[in-house]
C-alpha cells in the first residue's frame, strides 16, 4: 500500500517561513505538493522529479523552494515569505508519471494557516 505523510503545517504571521515535509513508503519518480484553499480548486504549488527537475506554480516563484531526499523517499516545501493567500490545506502528490500534472498518489493534507 503507497502512504504519504505530510508534517510541518501550522499557524505563521505574514512574512513568516514554514517547512512542509512529506515521507513516502518508497520511492517516486515525481512528488510534489499541491494545496487547496477553501471554495478554490485544487492548484500546483511545485513538483520535483528525481533527477532533480521543478515545476513551481508562479505564485510561488522565488519564494518557496521545494527539494528531495531519494534516500529517505521524502519531498520538502520550503515557504518563504509567505502570505494571507498561502493559507490552504497543502497536499503531498506522489507519482511514477514522466509529465508534470497531479499524479496518482495523496496524502491527507496539512493545514497551512498565515495571518496578515
Known amino acids: 500500500q503507497v502512504q504519504l505523510v505530510e508534517s510541518g503545517g501550522g499557524l505563521v504571521q505574514a512574512g513568516g517561513s514554514l517547512r512542509l515535509s512529506c515521507a513516502a513508503i518508497?520511492?517516486?519518480?515525481?512528488m510534489g505538493w499541491y494545496r487547496q484553499a477553501p471554495g478554490k480548486q485544487r492548484q500546483l504549488v511545485a513538483q520535483?522529479?528525481?533527477?532533480?527537475?521543478?515545476n513551481y506554480a508562479g505564485s510561488v516563484k522565488g519564494r518557496f523552494t521545494i527539494s528531495r531526499d531519494n534516500d529517505k523517499n521524502t519531498v520538502y516545501l520550503q515557504m518563504n515569505s509567505l502570505k494571507a493567500d498561502d493559507t490552504a490545506v497543502y497536499y503531498c502528490?506522489?507519482?511514477?508519471?514522466?509529465?508534470?500534472?497531479?499524479?496518482?498518489?495523496w496524502g491527507r493534507g496539512t493545514q497551512v494557516t498565515v495571518s496578515s
Open positions: 502528490n506522489a507519482g511514477e508519471g514522466t509529465y508534470w500534472g497531479p499524479q496518482a498518489y
Open positions: 518508497t520511492r517516486f519518480n515525481i
Open positions: 520535483i522529479t528525481s533527477g532533480g527537475s521543478r
